[in-house]
């Protein structure tokens, strides 16, 4: 099963993918864990650029940047996990690129579908958890960590943009998507994930 977490920033992705990992591992289940961009050293240098470079990228590198570190991941890591039985969480993936360098940036959401089914060689999400908050919100948590990065610097009408693009998605496909606000408890988060994981192996199984 490949699960991905997605959301704008600030909205506790990072925090949930751990504990699923946990949770998934306690029910013994053999679990991968990796984000995007990143998950490899070819990707992990990209992942500086994109966030750290002071050169500006525009956002046509971007994509292709984002496209190649997923590339990489896909090949490298997610295919050969999921061919061995093992559950993969990703933080971000495909539908980040479609957020923020489509609905966000503007960028033809027909390519950088057709660029993700290149660099996936057409892998999706059995699950999206989508955590949804008010962009006003989610940078005000992230200010204080020291993860602050070019794109959380973007203005907010592009966070907002980014925010709406995610939950249109989610409207379009509500069977791979599980859209939860998260300003809630993170016990309701857990609890409405582990429901969602529960009707999906009845659904296997029926
Ligand atoms: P990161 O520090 O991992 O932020 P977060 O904790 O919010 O995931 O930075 C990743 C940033 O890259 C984030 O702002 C979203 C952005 N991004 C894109 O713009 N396009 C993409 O395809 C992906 C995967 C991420």
Not at 14 to 37: C, Y
Not at 82 to 108: C, H, I, K, N, W
Not at 136 to 153: H, M, P, Q, T
């Amino acid at each position: 099963m490949f699960i991905t977490f997605e959301g704008t920033e600030g909205s506790g992705k990072s925090i949930n993918v751990a504990w699923l990992a946990e949770w998934l591992e306690e029910h013994g289940h053999q679990v991968l864990t990796t984000r995007e961009p990143g998950g490899t050293e070819v990707g992990e240098k990209i992942r500086s650029i994109l966030l750290h470079c002071t050169g500006s990228p525009s956002a046509q590198t971007s994509l292709l940047l984002f496209e190649a570190a997923r590339s990489q991941l896909v090949e490298e890591v997610i295919r050969p996990a999921l061919a061995s039985g093992v559950v993969v969480l990703s933080d971000r993936f495909t539908d980040s690129t479609l957020a923020y360098q489509g609905y966000g940036e503007g960028l033809s959401l027909g390519h950088i579908g057709m660029m993700n089914n290149i660099a996936t060689g057409g892998l999706t999400p059995d699950l999206t958890v989508l955590l949804d908050i008010d962009p006003r919100e989610g940078l005000a948590r992230r200010l204080d960590s020291a993860e602050w990065n070019a794109i959380d610097a973007r203005e907010l009408a592009f966070h907002e943009k980014v925010r709406n693009g995610f939950l249109a998605m989610a409207a379009a496909e509500p069977a791979r998507w599980l859209v939860l606000d998260a300003t809630e408890s993170l016990q309701y988060i857990r609890e409405r994930i582990v429901a969602r994981l529960a009707l999906w192996q009845n659904e296997r199984k029926g």
